[in-house]
């Protein structure tokens, strides 16, 4: 599984960031099975369109009044204006990141929900940062364990977010399972299904 890495070529993987631990367990595979130095990480969080707007109210209302106003990067400035509390663990995953592969460039992209559908709208991200590899968490649903295959057609609705992009996406996707602290992961892909691999 090298995501269609070409000789020499630099990959920009992209990881779904949740605050869970299915997405922990995918960025775990991704940083020591998957990610090599000279690739980019894009840690992927989706939100409802009224999250960011809430998180920045909160931060300002809990922010303490400044004597002066420093210039600071984009970057910080939307750090500073959402504060820590919603978000810190996107920069738990950001330094997990930095840990793993310290000469790796790791990206943090914010995106607000489209049209309710969070899998439509990471399948046009992985188009928008034309993402090489998609890692996703997967937990599984009873239809996979009955061995229901899904339709290359099928609404994304009607499915777990992670078998629609599977299925769905362009680039090569990886659903990945943790299977407790040293079971190692069940992974899978669109032409490998429930692939073991040991931690």
């Known amino acids: ?41 894009i840690l992927l969080h989706v939100e409802q369109a009224n999250a960011r707007r809430s998180s920045a109210l909160s931060a300002f209302l809990r922010r303490p ?39 790796v460039t790791v990206q943090v992209e914010r995106v607000e929900l489209e049209s309710k559908d969070k899998a439509t709208t990471i399948l046009t991200c ?24 899904l339709s290359g057609g099928m609404s994304s609705k009607g499915a777990d977010a992670a078998e629609f992009l599977i299925e769905n996406s362009k680039c090569l996707c990886v659903g990945v399972q943790k299977k407790g602290q040293n079971a190692g992961y069940l992974l899978n892909t669109k032409t490998h299904k429930n692939f073991w691999l040991l931690a």
């Not at 992985?126 to 295959?149: E, M, P, Q």
Request: with cysteine; glycine share 10%.
């Open 126 to 149: 992985t188009k928008l940062f034309r993402v090489d590899l998609l890692v996703i968490g997967h937990r599984r649903s009873s239809s996979s364990f009955l061995g229901c295959k």
């Open 1 to 41: 599984m090298d995501g269609g890495r070409t000789p020499g070529g630099k990959r920009r993987v992209m990881v779904v960031a949740d605050p869970g631990r299915e997405s922990v367990g995918a960025l775990e595979w991704a940083l020591y099975h998957a990610v090599l130095e000279h690739d980019e990480i």
């Open 65 to 103: 009044p400044a004597t002066a106003s420093p210039r600071v990067s984009p970057h910080a400035a939307v750090s500073a204006a959402d504060g820590k509390g919603d978000y810190e663990f996107l920069e738990v995953m950001r330094s997990k990141c930095k840990f793993a592969q310290p000469k």
